[in-house]
């Protein structure tokens, strides 16, 4: 044991949304949100009794206007980070099939990523070692 006090866990779902050309999509954070103007994998949080992947398909509709559903969700891996308040872990999903145009409705800015741009985005933490296992698989 590490000898730190115990945090409280944030479960967070998050997707690797893939366009048909191989592109990620990035949405970077707003002025006000925690670690704002940073770039990470879309998503939120998982509200107590909800699945992941139910939580990921929610965020979707509410940040992004699309539509999905849990048999385009395929599990690919995921973060654990501690933070000064709490340890976040975050499942991120792999999707390629989604209804609808990706659009910022929660004042964040988003952007279309080949592979050999993701590391010039700069990322929380937690993000930064997803990006070479996505990159691996692109």
């Known amino acids: 044991m590490s000898g730190a006090s115990p945090l409280p866990i944030l479960l967070v779902s998050a997707v690797a949304l893939i366009d048909p050309d191989g592109r990620v999509l990035l949405a970077r954070r707003p002025e006000g949100k925690h670690l704002a103007g940073l770039w ?27 539509e999905t559903d849990e ?11 501690r933070f000064d308040s709490f340890h ?4 991120l999903y792999l999707c390629r099939v989604w209804r ?10 988003l952007a279309w990523v080949r592979k050999a741009a993701l590391a010039d ?14 990159r691996d698989i692109l």
């Open 40 to 66: 990470e994998f879309p998503g939120g949080k998982v509200n107590p009794g909800e699945s992941p992947e139910a939580a990921l398909i929610r965020e979707l509709a509410e940040e992004l206007g699309i």
């Open 71 to 81: 048999r385009c969700l395929a599990p690919f891996t995921f973060a654990s980070h």
């Open 88 to 91: 976040l872990l975050m499942p």
């Open 100 to 109: 609808g145009i990706p659009a910022p409705r929660e004042g964040q800015t």
């Open 121 to 134: 985005y700069k990322m929380p933490p937690a993000d930064v070692p997803l990006v070479a296992m996505l």
